[in-house]
């Protein structure tokens, strides 16, 4: 029977084989801001040793599933429930390498057509069983955690099966696509007919289309070829009272668009069987670009300008202080970063800001552009670096989470979160939620090496996103994050940021919804979800159902 | 007191001294096509003779809002009560120039704060008074029309009041204004400055902010500048039980965008009484061009070029033969227009279809789009005219809207109507909206010329406005006015375009929104809105509450 593994190792990011190694410069930095880790050694328990609730879904509800689907495509096996049990966010990783999940979906079912998720779902309704929606299963921020609460079971509903490209209109450059597909294998098909989504978030690899959209994604070109939001033109999204099917439109001011209530909604109104999308032409270049800032200031001051200006650069990256001292331990030898730091003292830079930049296009205009953001560069003080530390960014920028992995390994704790703001509230925002990290964390005893970034350029402002490294408190890791994540979303809210630009909001992030947006607007939101999902079904106990405090 | 009369002359578009002639070209072009109109002459009756329900607001109710407001900032005198009566549609123009209005609102209130606002709407709802929040009146879908229904009473709230320009952000570009602010006030303010919103919908001189940002509307230079549903970054709504407040943020994935609910809400769910927008800088040129093309086909394969190739000209319109042949009729002299047609007999083309266009930014770089813009053009068979067209019709932008005053005095039914769609879909969807429009007119003996043009660009698609003359059914107007805007509105559902690209739904598009979207959204639009509005006070009989049919 047809029932596609998970693509992602079970315990940990994206499939085994491909953990870089922590570079001797990066775990001396570590070791000097966050101390000497105490040599311990956590790796991941045997698949057979984590310990789950019991399946326990009603025998009538199983049979009626496995008579709808075909009894293949019910799946309760412990390896199955455990892939399909949590996200990859730090929390989740402690707990699946610990073998310690405090749930689990009774059940991992595989519809194969839309009409049989709309089915699926209204029997899960009469049965009383919540659901959760799973792509790729990358959320980070406690998505796709199953509630079983006062339902009578929890199934997880895989759109594995709904993988199907199913139009490409090259006259109104979109694609219409079944929500399971895989980035690659979208990236694929477009491509081989001269057409990209340019969607390529840090999950690319593991990630799908109806989680994109699910979550309000935005991938790490979107500066040049615009968020997942911008890009939904259609969609249908199964819900247990039955489907809403929106037309493909450019645009309308047909009253509030029903498609920005769906995107974003992270599976609490129901799932997204298909969505059409806006796709680019591949560019015939893409050229690389690089400098060196004397602080975060001014590259902030050039992004600025150049996104305003609109030069718009397709990726554009400012790493702080910080990010790029640990960016040149990890990645350069130490030859090589000596000899790189000297050639910038020489220049007055002791304090080096890296931005990574590049320009796609038809050869001539790209070009142009980015001989026009070498002209702001260096008014903003900065000083050229050739293309090659973009080459090399975009080598590995789909690697940087397994380094994850291999620090929980090795008794350091890493979480990543992210923002955004208008350009007048990011310097102030970007110090803020660092020192704010950074205190919750010395409190501990535990202090962190906090390491920031600007990228996802708008006219009006950008985002922040933060990587933090600290010791693990030996089993307190998860209170040890909370106190983190804690702080660092609390200095979000007061600064004028979102809670969070591409991340998604999940059960994680619910806790600040209220304080971001109010509560009437979460009211409305439930109130609007009750239509769709009157008994409460749909991923329960995230978004505007999550909790009050992590 | 300040109780600022509206902008408005009582009975017709715009202020008085406007009035261009029809000229003999289109007149003899509407008469041939329409027949001759029976010399029937129908002017806009008196005011004093317009007759209006009494005004009957409960007196407690009537005390309670002159304590709030200040007794000069609630009127209820009749030339102000027929002034906020109703927008501008067609139907909305017949029935004030016969004078025969089936509902007024019994007061006009001016509250002068945000808080004032939120006050109001609390006593609004414990009285039981229907409200109709009030920009500048130039709705033309029935969006500001007052339905007293089982209310005690019913209100029209001006935001005349609500007219500061709170702040300029120049850093992150953007400007936080209140929603009573006319368009050429919030353009005077920020071209002081160096910037602009780019926002001229054709209502631009007598439409406020707010109206613009509660009507998801588009302005003529949408293509380069964008519709103002992205420019939103935040706003401040009232609703009868408390403020939605929402902060600027230029991009966010903290689940579905609340800001995207609320703009299009049509004051269905509160008033917006401020807004945060992106703006621009003015550009250092504004360069027009124009051509003809053989066909509408090839102008608008030229335009997805232009828009597809990133080339984005800022303005751009294609304009089918019958609007081209008309505009020449209006625009040009007899001898201009032999002139024009004779040189295009020469190269070609008997059945022209002329494109404006206009790219605004640097003056290398605006020069170098319309370069590339002339090599599409001209690979698409276009003939060159220079940009005196362009040029031309900017400067009569607004005041095409008098045509139709004055077209109604001479015995001519004027109607316009719009839509978009996907590039696949446009010129099916051009043909079969124009054919069914003919056919509904033809049936009733009143032959139609129905014209059309692209505008509003996407990569994906864009927008198709219609305006359509008839000769007045004398009598049976409203009853005409119908059967052409169902036919419309059929076709455009049926060809998969949207029942409104910028103009709203109001009354007059609310039967089709169902059928666009189905009926789950409208339940969910309803239960979003009975959570702001428990007592349904707000903008009742419009867009999830709408009729039927018409």
């Known amino acids: 029977m047809d029932t596609p593994q998970p693509r992602m190792r079970w315990w940990g990011w994206g499939e085994d084989g491909h953990d870089g190694p922590v570079k001797p410069g990066a775990k001396k930095m570590l070791n000097k801001v966050c101390g000497r880790s105490a040599g311990v050694v956590n790796p991941p328990i045997d698949l057979d040793d984590v310990q789950l609730p019991a399946p326990a879904l009603p025998p009538e509800a199983f049979a009626r599933i496995a008579e709808l689907l075909g009894a293949g495509h019910i799946r309760d096996d412990h390896a199955r429930r455990v892939s399909h049990s949590v996200g990859r966010s730090t929390p989740d990783l402690i707990r699946l390498r610990s073998g310690v999940l405090s749930s689990a979906p009774d059940a991992v079912l595989y519809p194969g057509t839309d009409a049989e998720v709309d089915e699926l779902l209204a029997i899960c309704q009469e049965e009383r069983i919540s659901v959760v929606p799973f792509g790729g299963g990358t959320s980070v921020v406690g998505g796709i955690e199953t509630v079983r609460g006062e339902f009578s079971g929890s199934v997880c509903i895989s759109l594995a099966r709904l993988d199907e490209v199913v139009d490409i209109d090259e006259e109104s450059l979109t694609v219409t696509v079944q929500a399971g597909v895989f980035g690659p294998d979208l990236e694929e098909r477009l491509q081989a007919v001269g057409f990209t989504l340019g969607h390529f978030p840090q999950s690319f690899e593991f990630s799908t289309v109806g989680g994109w959209v699910a979550t309000r994604s935005a991938g790490q070109q979107s500066t040049g070829y615009g968020r997942i939001d911008a890009k939904v033109l259609g969609l249908r999204c199964s819900t247990p009272t039955g489907p809403v099917e929106l037309r493909p439109s450019p645009a309308s ?298």
């Open 253 to 550: 001011a047909a009253g509030p668009d029903p498609r920005q209530l769906i995107v974003g909604s992270e599976g609490t109104l129901g799932i997204i069987t298909e969505v059409t999308l806006g796709i680019s032409r591949l560019p015939e270049v893409s050229l690389p670009d690089a400098w060196f800032f004397p602080d975060f200031h001014s590259g902030a001051a050039a992004l600025r300008e150049m996104e305003q200006t609109g030069l718009r650069p397709d990726i554009a990256r400012l790493s702080d202080v910080n990010e790029t001292a640990f960016g040149l331990a990890q990645l350069g030898s130490g030859v090589q970063r000596k000899g790189v730091l000297a050639v910038l003292r020489a220049r007055g830079i002791t304090t080096p800001c890296l931005l990574v930049l590049r320009y796609d296009g038809q050869r001539a205009s790209a070009r142009m552009r980015r001989a026009d953001g070498r002209d702001i560069a260096k008014r903003h003080k900065g000083v050229s670096v050739g293309g090659s530390p973009e080459t090399m960014w975009e080598k590995h920028r789909f690697s940087t989470p397994y380094l994850r992995d291999q620090l929980l390994t090795e008794g350091t704790l890493v979480d990543t979160l992210e923002t955004s703001a208008p350009w007048s509230a990011i310097e102030q925002l970007h110090d803020s939620i660092g020192q704010e990290i950074e205190e919750s964390l010395a409190k501990r005893g535990t202090p962190a090496l906090v390491l920031c970034h600007i990228s996802h350029l708008y006219s009006t402002g950008c985002s922040l996103y933060y990587t933090i490294f600290a010791r693990q408190e030996e089993g307190r890791e998860i209170a040890q994050w909370k106190a983190l994540k804690t702080a660092a979303s609390d200095a979000i809210i007061a600064g004028g940021g979102t809670i969070t630009h591409h991340h998604a909001t999940g059960r994680d992030h619910a806790p600040w919804i209220p304080r971001e947006t109010g509560e009437l607007w979460v009211r409305m939101l439930r109130a609007a979800k009750a239509e769709a999902d009157p008994v409460g079904i749909m991923n329960p106990g995230k978004l505007m159902n999550g909790p009050d405090q992590l």
